[in-house]
């Protein structure tokens, strides 16, 4: 287009806009933006396989941009520094998870004394902004409880966030799930009083793996330990777990497959994939979500080959 038919183009939009008696210098944009909308990630301290949407690669998290809605509800700095903690982890959940693109809110399960250790305050405050965020309908928390030694004990924090406007609230369902076994934690150090106690930061990346399910204590894992308890989240400790101790984890994890697939002779295939995942061949999360929704395949009688539609699911997925 030369310069003449642009400034033909130039005086057409002129002639519209003063038909519609439109000024565009007076107009403002409903929500305007303040400063620059992204967040900087910190430099995970923690090398442990990171769970990352099916387009990305493995490897430590990438940037979430902040959302611009954000800048119209939540003001002070403290406050808005804990939801942007909060938003980033919920954002990486539902990716891991593979939920709709429109997922409105995620709940999870985080101890808050983990939340604030990352931060570098102490409970009170993380509580003073939760306040700040929950009256914005930002945010939702409740303590949760479960058992431990056979008493009723709080468990930690059950979180929901919001990932677009509206009103977060703590559902039924939210406060009726298992979300951790505390026994189970205990005996592996997986508790938020050993971080405490031990003086370290953990790093977001700790924190998304808590909120996913995968707990570990500031020890690191600890693969094929005495006592330790088989989980299928541990998948995440194959790719950093030592060699000399890969053998012995792939074998308790490869019995736990087989027995929540009810396949026990296909307990050397299993072995196979989790070699795999082992050699970065295979994502943590996508070897989970494979293995619920093959689970729930099988219920509903779709296959008689738990195997094979185990690998079906992982071809899908991969």
């Not at 690669?57 to 939801?83: D, F, H, M």
């Not at 468990?155 to 406060?175: D, K, M, N, S």
């Not at 689970?295 to 992982?314: F, M, S, T, V």
């Amino acid at each position: 287009m030369n310069a003449e038919a642009l400034k033909k183009l130039g005086k057409a939009a002129l002639r519209l806009a003063q038909a519609l008696n439109w000024n565009p210098q007076a107009s403002t944009p409903e929500n305007p933006v303040l400063e620059p909308a992204t967040v900087k990630e910190d430099t995970p301290k923690v090398r442990v396989p990171f769970p990352v949407a099916r387009s990305e690669g493995v490897g430590a998290p990438t940037a979430i941009k902040e959302p611009r809605w954000i800048l119209t509800v939540a003001t002070g700095s403290g406050p808005r520094l804990l939801y942007l903690t909060l938003y980033r982890i919920a954002r990486h959940i539902a990716k891991s998870r593979h939920y709709a693109r429109g997922t409105g809110e995620v709940a999870f399960h985080l101890p808050i004394e983990l939340v604030a250790n990352h931060l570098g305050v102490d409970r009170t405050t993380i509580w003073r902004w939760a306040k700040v965020l929950k009256a914005k309908g930002l945010i939702a928390y409740r303590t949760h409880y479960g058992t431990l030694d056979g008493q009723t004990r709080a468990t930690g924090t059950l979180w929901v966030v919001r990932l677009r406007p509206g009103t977060a609230r703590i559902r039924r369902e939210y406060l009726e799930h298992p979300w951790r076994n505390l026994e189970a934690d205990r005996a592996v150090g997986a508790t938020a009083w050993a971080w405490v106690q031990s003086k370290l930061r953990p790093s977001f990346e700790v924190l998304v793996l808590w909120a996913l399910g995968a707990r570990r204590g500031p020890q690191g894992p600890a693969p094929g330990g005495a006592g330790a308890p088989v989980d299928l989240y541990r998948v995440y400790d194959l790719p950093t777990a030592p060699k000399g101790e890969l053998p012995s984890l792939i074998t308790h994890l490869a019995d736990h497959l087989a027995g929540l697939l009810k396949d026990p002779g296909s307990r050397r295939y299993y072995a196979g994939i989790l070699w795999r995942v082992a050699r970065g061949e295979i994502r943590p999360q996508t070897l989970i979500d494979a293995v619920h929704r093959t689970i729930a395949d099988l219920k509903e009688g779709w296959a008689r080959r738990p195997g094979a539609l185990l690998n079906h699911r992982l071809a899908a997925l991969a």
